[in-house]
């Protein structure tokens, strides 16, 4: 049987022609050549989006929104389709709830701010949960914080599942927002995000999605959804770092104030009065990151054009392969056994620690990421100072898989 | 290439499994947490100063290969010396891990060059060192001390 033949896997989905894609995948580290697991922290990159900033940095060049001439015509055009682009990748109803902004820290950032400071008073209560990333728990202590108001957190199972009924009880007439994590970068988990939707806006409640560890693996539909904000990081959809996307529902991106002062997200300044731009460039202050941009319409066209469910279907068999031979592997744990998973595998290992077998696989090519995977609380939970995690990307193969299995053999040897 | 045998030596792994004054010492005059917020090592210093010297000396937490191993040879290394001849080590010790070793490094370290191989792991420099920072602030009188 052919390697080629053996990593077609899914539905025709042809990993050994993806791969081609990325040059980066081609090298070797110290001497082997690189198995790429480290895709939860950002994922590589395609020629097609290297190439398309290179392009918009060769010919296009220029401020957007600002400029009579050709090339700002071009970039403004540019840049507002992409922001079309990301409308359809989250099937948002109108591309003025795309709001481009740093990451998903910052979009959580932002609704934290704009949101949380208008709408959040002392007394009140803000809902996350038990496997939240630091980014959806941080700003949300912030806005707390400053507003007398109290954070919770609905508690987790033993696998890493949300404890849904303790999530209802814990949603009252004080909550004034749910965030919750589509998918945990620690745990893998999915969260059943359409159900508890359904449960906050009972309380009327609006619910923010964080969909970093989401966006590179499923297709996401926020109205289906029905979430309120939605956020996710171009740097882990196979785009560049310092981009993503906010969606918010138009009806409540309205009511907020912005985010940051600043050019661009006015109509008319006064040293009296200013008078803010309309959706979405109230919140887009300053020249932003076009180039980015451009990067991110390009690794959404690439997976778009790759398919979603052509590419989750791949992962979970990945994640399938890789959960039943690390099993079996003696002393191996695996941190997060929820029914429904996307991705990330987290593990420890008897009298290894963590950092000790990030290392090792190192030296085999193979990269993971070994710590807390700025998710304290969840390690917490589990008793453990830190995991090792493998995190799959489209690009992945069961033969990666077989060596990632080999290298970690080879710590346990180097440890016995 | 560097080969893992250089890193993770017998002597390292071995007192990474059975770590020496890994122990509480409640009677102890200082102490101070280390934390390495990189990857979650935290280690405990305990120190019994009489006089100019380190009486006793013992350790507790948790930690990579590395750190645990180190820790437990720096108590070894210490007990008895002086405030200052332990920085004069550690200071060497240091050297030693960036690749930057005294030309009598091994008389002044002792077992203590078996972290020779750390100089080829850059990320892992923190980890050998995590316990003679700590060392370091129970000895200045500081409560915490983080490696970043
Ligand atoms: C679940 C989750 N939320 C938020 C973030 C933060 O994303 P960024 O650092 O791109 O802003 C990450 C990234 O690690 C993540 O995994």
Known sequence: MSVAAKSVSGAGFDVERARADFPILQQKVHGKPLVYLDNAATAQKPRAVIEAISRYYEGTNSNVHRGVHYLSEQATNEYEEVRRTAQKFLNAADPREIIFVRGTTEGINLVAQSFGRSNVQAGDEILITGMEHHSNIVPWQIVSDERAATLRAAPINDAGELDLEAFSKMIGPKTKLVAVTHVSNALGTVNPVRRMVEIAHSFQVPVLVDGAQAAPHMKVDVQALGCDFYTFSGHKVYGPTGIGVLYGRAALLEKMPPYQGGGDMILSVTFEKTVYNRLPYKFEAGTPHIAGVIGLGAALDYVNRLGLEQIGAHESELLRYATDTLSAIPGLRIIGTARDKASVLSFTIEDIHPHDIGTILDQQGVAIRTGHHCSQPVMQHFGVEATARASFGLYNTKEEVDTLVRAIERAREVFE | ?148
């Open chain 2, 1 to 148: 290439m560097s080969d893992l045998g250089d890193l993770y030596r017998e002597l390292i792994l071995e007192h990474s499994k059975a770590p020496r004054n890994f122990r509480q010492s409640p009677a102890a005059t200082r102490k101070a947490e280390g934390f390495n917020p990189l990857c979650g090592d935290r280690f405990t210093v305990y120190l019994t100063i009489e006089g100019d010297s380190i009486r006793d000396i013992s350790f507790q937490g948790s930690g990579c290969a590395i750190s645990k191993a180190s820790a437990s040879m720096m108590t070894q290394a210490v007990k008895g010396k002086s405030a200052a001849q332990a920085g004069r080590l550690f200071e060497s010790f240091h050297r030693l891990c960036t690749g930057q070793p005294h030309s009598n490094a091994d008389a002044e370290l002792g077992k203590l060059t078996v972290f020779s191989g750390v100089s080829e792991y850059p990320m892992r420099v923190k980890c050998a060192t995590l316990a003679w920072h700590t060392l370091q602030a129970a000895l200045e009188g500081k409560q915490e001390t983080t490696t970043e």
